[in-house]
């Protein structure tokens, strides 16, 4: 009674991995039902009997060709590359496709704005006065400011 009581919390705290319907998926293997198929799936497995045969030793002048070529790569490597004079281009492009620039493009040389000065015009010419203020208004008659009396209304309830 216990466990059946307990059995509704099972899910709240527990890791998915450890759920009830998870577990029973796992178990039953409905899970791997659900999953779409590995590729290569549908072609045959493979034979030994269809693997190439080893590959043939070259002779030792094209073995030594290649390890001098391979040494002066290495020492080319050993130096420092060059700076660049301008930007490189990919000339590797399919036919008909523009050649994809290495470098982004210089910043453009826009034109310097005038300077703005710290201190505006006068408001006031030099030598002027300036005017009085007014006279100050009067305030509202009593009858605009409501009743003395009143007091406010309640607030809503909620």
Known sequence: MALLAA?????CAVPPELRPRTLFREISGANFQSRIPPPGLDQPSGNLGQVPPRPSRPDPATRMSLDNALAQDRALSREPLAMRAGPAVFTAAAPGTPAIPAAPPARPNLAAASAI?????????????APEPGEV???PTPDLLGPADSTPPPPPRL
Not at 7 to 11: A, C, I, Q
Not at 117 to 129: E, K, R, T
């Open 137 to 139: 208004p009067a305030l």
């Open 7 to 11: 059995s509704p919390l099972l899910g």
């Open 117 to 129: 000065p710290w201190s505006g015009p006068a408001l006031i010419a030099p030598g002027a006065v």
